[in-house]
Every structure is written in C-alpha cells, then in structure tokens.
C-alpha cells in the first residue's frame, strides 16, 4: 500500500483494517463457532499476513478474494448483531 498508493494510503487502508478488526472482536464470542466465520477470517488473516507476497489489492482478479471475504464478514457481524439486538433477554 505504501508503494500503490503512499503513506497517507497506508495510513488510510490501516485505519480500514482496524476497523474491520475491531468490529469482527466485538462479535468474536458470538460467532466463534460458525465455521463459515471462522474460515473467512483465516481467510482475511492469510491475505493480509504481512510476511506473504500477494499481488495488489488495486487488480480486479486478485483484489476479488479480499474485499469478497471482507464483505462476508461484516455481513455475518451484522447478521448476529441484528439477532442479538431483537433478543429481549440478551445483557
């Protein structure tokens, strides 16, 4: 990213990132045992491994698998926090 698109990409896709992360630890206890979640988030962690080579995220068939997978997840997040949401006894 920083080569693509410099530090202020850096620092914009990071921020992206923990975002992402952020709202997948929120809803990690929930969905920890659906497989589904739990393969798309091995998924999202071996494409952004740092140590890996991987192609751009800027190229449409290489770039296809990471922002699909990321859209899975926030799905699934907003799916559980949806059914959370309409529990009356959830704490």
């Known amino acids: 990213w920083a080569v693509d698109a410099g530090l202020i990409g850096l620092s914009l896709f990071l921020l992206f ?3 992402i992360l952020k709202k997948l630890a929120v809803q990690y206890d929930s969905l920890r045992r659906n497989p589904v979640f739990v393969g798309l988030l091995i998924a999202l962690i071996l494409r952004i491994w740092p140590i890996s ?4 995220f800027f190229v449409g068939w290489s770039a296809l698998p990471f922002w699909l997978v990321v859209g ?4 699934l997040c ?3 926090q949806s059914k ?3 529990r009356p006894d959830a704490c």
């Open 53 to 56: 080579t991987s192609t751009s």
């Open 78 to 80: 907003w799916l559980e």
């Open 17 to 19: 990132l923990g975002a």
């Open 72 to 75: 899975w997840l926030l799905a």
């Open 84 to 86: 959370q949401q309409k």
